[in-house]
């Protein structure tokens, strides 16, 4: 199943026949509470969404759902990068972080006082972008610097943040994009009116406090980007596609010229003109009532003042007449896209793409997934459409196989839209991708939060809901013959193609290290807003505590197998796991037979057509490994349940294999290895930390070579994936038909009488660290870090203490890392720590930490961080904040459906049988800061660090890493344990 963010396709039942019955119509009604609130409802949206509108046009988008004691909230704002003025780009991002910085009220102990610092700061702003003299530039930045070190002796840092801590909010953030500015907390709901007080005040009013670092902050985050192939792609397109329109012409990070010259008049200017009800909404689904919920809504927001709202006029753009390509390089794997660009959000193209883009790339079924990445004709390949309001683009991508060209790839991906435009794909087609959506839905609107993204992107788009939920109902009346049609007239040569080459990066911009005095945090201070807030009492929430012995149920086959089994109450979706204890620890070809699974047919169906029968069905399947197991999973709606089943038991009886698809898997291991090792991400946290924890005897460098795996017989293999059968093996069951499913398994899952023991698990041991810095050289702007000891073997009477220590120390925008780091010395955009528990017992903990900073900040970056991790910052209020904040969280935490087995399987893996969340509420609660500083002294003061580097060698200070230990440069292919690449031809 694809599941994908830029289009929400909404669950609607119809009818089958001539006429609508009436109870299956989508229209759209008007009511008015008991308040005297105007609301719209729509016949048979399955949110239950309420829509209101205040009188000052606010938008209130409210639903409930019950599954926990939580609400999920979001604030959007229309107000993106497509509105930033020309000579302000990234002023709609930039904006976005400074909303957390307080108001007249919040983050201030004399906002008298603070205001005339920060109307110097914001004048020295204005000198500072007219000055065009370098060395004058840089003294009126000395100037800001001095006096926003003044004023943040006035101001209080994260003052937002610590309050929202405080509420147990998680998912604490925002994200700017073209369209839209967007505000999330996911919070208790006894904690709602809190909340709304602290929102209602955040919105009234903009204060740019702390406004240098936190552009330096932002700055980083730029840096990011340029260090991200991905995002030069993606901008590279855009910029071709749309030569004219602001989609690509100004990107939401901003260029660099303009961050490093910002006005803080233009984003005031900015801030009065959007940031107006009118022009924003309210979003709440959750564990909420209506009526009370929006007379809240309203008396916390209603006074708002409404302003006309003008969108400046956006270019129109003149047809692409021939393809256009362009070219970027960077160090992660070469790919190929290929962009078309449609029109906007709720045109009718929408509404066709949508289909096309299924119907090649279902992940499943597609003629994309079928043609090209089930034969493996590329390395991989796929396609997604994205709309905005003024226009959309439908991209598709690919990678290539060793020794193929992009070139070649980019025609692969044209030649399936032939396949379209020929009308070759099956008749069934368009049904069953409407059934695919219509699943899809089921399963994402279980979720509070999936339900919410959907209002988000209904608002922002301005999207009438009515005609949201009828889309589905809108894409079933498309007939192949229209689908053929559209596609010829619409997939012609007027397409951008961005090759992103494997080569040197190009047109990076490295700046200077501006040296920025640390401003002070002043923790132990608090306004007067926040001592108010801290005074309201809330009803608290008690702890959830399952009784796993009730909670799933068991029972057992005809052949003994014991079933596991949670009932589904809520949908008629079902899931069908067969569990082994065992995975490739304990044979270590069982991950390359289960990987070449997904490339079998039979002796009665081909690869492909195997692919089409699960999907005709609406039945996902799947084999997966891990270290100590593996599991079958059949899974769907509840009602083709058996035949999903038979048709997987068919496979795994009857599965063939076939050598020259064995050879091409073959070549897509060694090619996914050449790939991996390019990516920065996997070499620092799977090469580099697996390195850190095991040195050379690791899991990850116990591999096959591709010598090795090329004189494996596929027959093996697939002996290997039949042989699973005859092991030991469990059953778990999700669903509303325990009995179909027995009598299912009874009939059609055929072991032997007895079955076999699991081979011995080879252990893997982890080696001491300290003393040691692992450098990868690699070419990037930034550089990351990651900071790893080895602690004691893991002791159940560790998690709630460390719990707590993780939420005041070095986890969220209020931990004690953010704040020294990142807010008070602006040496890292993002900057994190924590001590994690072993998942398994009788392994050892970690304490880890992590900076990814410019290179030239990386010596302040690593004192300030080992200062940290050796002397913690005492602040007994943050504390007590902290404490609350993971009190409220635990409590508030609730585990649902499948979910209850799943984690009942971890909590026994370390030695566990009990639910013990209300046992660590109950820990925490009877905790003073002495014993968080007896946790810290005893197990994160005083470790002994192994220092994992990636970054550019001509940028790194190597003399300074050599302060941290010895320097140790590890060869990528070494890490990894990979030979060196020889191209496999296919």
């Not at 609607?12 to 008015?32: F, I, N, P, R, Y």
């Not at 994190?832 to 903990?845: D, L, M, T, W």
Request: charged share 30%.
């Amino acid at each position: 199943m694809k599941f994908f963010k830029p289009i929400l396709l909404l669950l609607l039942v119809v009818a089958v026949g001539c006429k609508e019955s009436k109870k299956d119509q989508v229209v759209a009604e008007k009511h008015t509470d008991p308040n005297g609130f105007n609301y719209e409802t729509v016949t048979n949206d399955p949110t239950g969404l309420r829509l209101y509108t205040l009188d000052n046009g606010l938008k209130v988008y409210l639903s409930r759902n019950t599954d926990e004691p939580k609400i999920q909230t979001f604030i959007p704002v229309r107000a993106g990068s497509v509105y930033d003025p020309g000579d302000n780009t990234g002023l709609a991002h930039y904006l976005e972080h400074m909303v957390f910085k307080g108001t007249d009220e919040i983050g201030t102990q004399d906002w008298e006082s603070e205001k005339v610092l920060l109307q110097e700061i914001s004048n020295l702003y204005e000198a500072h972008k007219k000055e065009t003299d370098t060395l004058k530039k840089a003294a009126i930045y000395r100037q800001i610097d001095s006096v926003s070190q003044l004023a943040s002796k006035i101001s209080i840092a994260n003052e937002y943040d610590k309050m929202v801590s405080s509420l147990g909010a998680e998912g604490t953030n925002a994200w700017t994009s073209h369209e839209e500015t967007v505000y999330t907390n996911k919070i208790p709901s006894n904690e709602f009116d809190k909340w709304l007080k602290l929102e209602s005040e955040r919105f009234s009013q903009l204060v740019l406090r702390l406004f240098h670092t936190e552009l330096e902050a932002v700055y980083e985050e730029f840096n990011r980007s340029q260090d991200s192939d991905g995002r030069k792609e993606y901008y590279e397109m855009l910029k071709t596609l749309f030569p004219e329109h602001p989609y690509g012409q100004q990107p939401t990070i901003g260029i660099s010229e303009h961050l490093k010259n910002p006005s803080m008049v233009a984003i005031n200017n900015y801030f009065n003109k959007y940031y107006v009800p009118n022009n924003m909404a309210v979003i709440l689904v959750g564990d909420l009532e209506f009526d009370e919920t929006i007379k809240k809504v309203n008396d916390a927001f209603g006074s708002f003042k409404a302003k006309e709202v003008t969108y400046p006029e956006r270019p129109k753009e003149q047809p692409i007449t021939a393809p256009i390509e362009k070219e970027v390089f960077g160090p992660e794997a070469a790919r190929v896209s290929i962009g078309f660009r449609t029109a906007g959000i709720g045109s009718d193209e929408e509404k066709y793409i949508t289909l096309i883009d299924m119907i090649l790339n279902n992940s499943e079924a597609g003629l994309i997934d079928l043609n090209l990445n089930q034969k493996q004709k590329v390395q991989r390949a796929g396609c997604y459409p994205v709309f905005n309001n003024d226009y959309g683009v439908h991209t598709f991508y690919g990678y290539p196989k060793s020794n193929q060209s992009l070139e070649d790839v980019k025609t692969l991906l044209l030649g399936q839209i032939e396949e379209v435009k020929k009308g070759n794909f099956d008749d069934w087609m368009i049904q069953a991708v409407v059934n695919d959506l219509k699943l899809s839905e089921i399963r994402q609107y279980e979720n509070a939060t999936y339900v919410a993204y959907a209002y988000v992107d209904a608002f922002v788009h301005f999207q009438d809901w009515e005609a949201k939920v009828k889309k589905l109902d809108e894409l079933k009346k498309i007939t192949k013959q229209e689908l053929v049609d559209f596609a010829n007239k619409f997939y012609v040569d007027d397409y951008a193609v961005v090759y992103k080459r494997q080569g040197e990066s190009r047109n990076l911009v490295k700046v200077e290290n501006p040296r920025i005095t640390p401003i002070e945090l002043n923790r132990d201070k608090q306004s007067a807003f926040l001592k108010a807030f801290n005074e309201i009492e809330v009803s608290p929430i008690k702890p959830q505590e399952i009784d796993y012995s009730t909670a799933i149920k068991e029972t057992s086959t005809k052949n003994g197998l014991k079933v596991s089994y949670i009932e589904n109450d809520v949908n008629d979706l079902a899931e069908l796991d067969v569990i082994f204890d065992m995975g490739k620890d304990s044979n270590k070809k069982l991950q390359q037979a289960i990987g070449y699974v997904e490339y079998l047919g039979t002796d009665k169906y081909s690869p492909e057509e195997l692919k089409k029968e699960f999907y005709k069905l609406g039945i996902n399947y799947g084999v997966s490994t891990a270290d100590d197991y593996c599991y079958v999973s059949v899974s769907g709606l509840s009602e083709n349940m058996d035949k999903g089943l038979e048709l997987f038991e068919h496979l795994w009886t009857n599965a063939v294999a076939n050598q020259e698809t064995y050879d091409k898997y073959v070549q897509n291991i060694g090619k996914r290895r050449e790939d991996g090792k390019a990516n920065k991400g996997n070499i620092l946290w799977n090469g580099l930390m697996n390195y850190g924890m095991y040195g050379e005897n690791s899991r990850l460098r116990d591999i096959y070579t591709i010598d090795e795996l090329k004189s494996i017989s596929p027959e093996e293999l697939v002996t290997i994936f039949k042989d699973l059968k005859n092991y030991k093996q469990r059953i778990f069951y999700y669903g509303n038909n325990l009995q179909g499913a027995i009598t299912s398994l009874d009939e059609k899952h055929q072991i032997p009488e007895n079955l076999e023991e699991y081979p011995e698990a080879k252990d893997y041991m982890e080696k001491e660290t300290g003393g040691h810095v692992y450098f990868v050289n690699y070419d990037m702007v930034q550089s990351e870090m990651l900071f790893l000891a080895k602690g004691e073997t893991f002791d159940p009477k560790k998690m709630a203490a460390s719990a707590l220590f993780n939420t005041y120390f070095g986890s969220g925008l209020s931990s004690i890392v953010f704040q020294e780091i990142r807010e008070s010395k602006s040496l890292a955009y993002s900057a994190f720590s924590s001590y994690r528990n072993a998942s398994e017992k009788g392994k050892p903990n970690y304490t880890y930490a992590y900076i990814g900073t410019q290179a030239n900040k990386m010596p302040e970056a690593v004192d300030a961080m080992m200062e940290l991790m050796t002397n913690m910052p005492e602040a007994e209020k943050q504390f007590q904040a902290a404490k609350e904040s993971t009190l409220k969280q635990l409590a508030a935490e609730r585990i649902n459906r499948q979910d209850i087995f799943w984690e009942y399987e971890r909590l026994k893996k370390r030695g566990i049988t009990e639910d013990n969340r209300k046992k660590m509420y109950n820990e925490i609660q009877q905790m003073d800061f002495n014993d968080l500083k007896n946790f810290f002294n005893e197990n994160i003061k005083g470790e002994t660090y192994d220092v994992m580097v990636i970054g550019n060698k001509n940028d790194v200070d190597m003399e300074a890493l050599k302060k941290l230990g010895e320097v140790e440069e590890v060869d990528v292919d070494y890490l990894f344990n990979y030979e060196k690449p020889k191209p496999i031809k296919s």
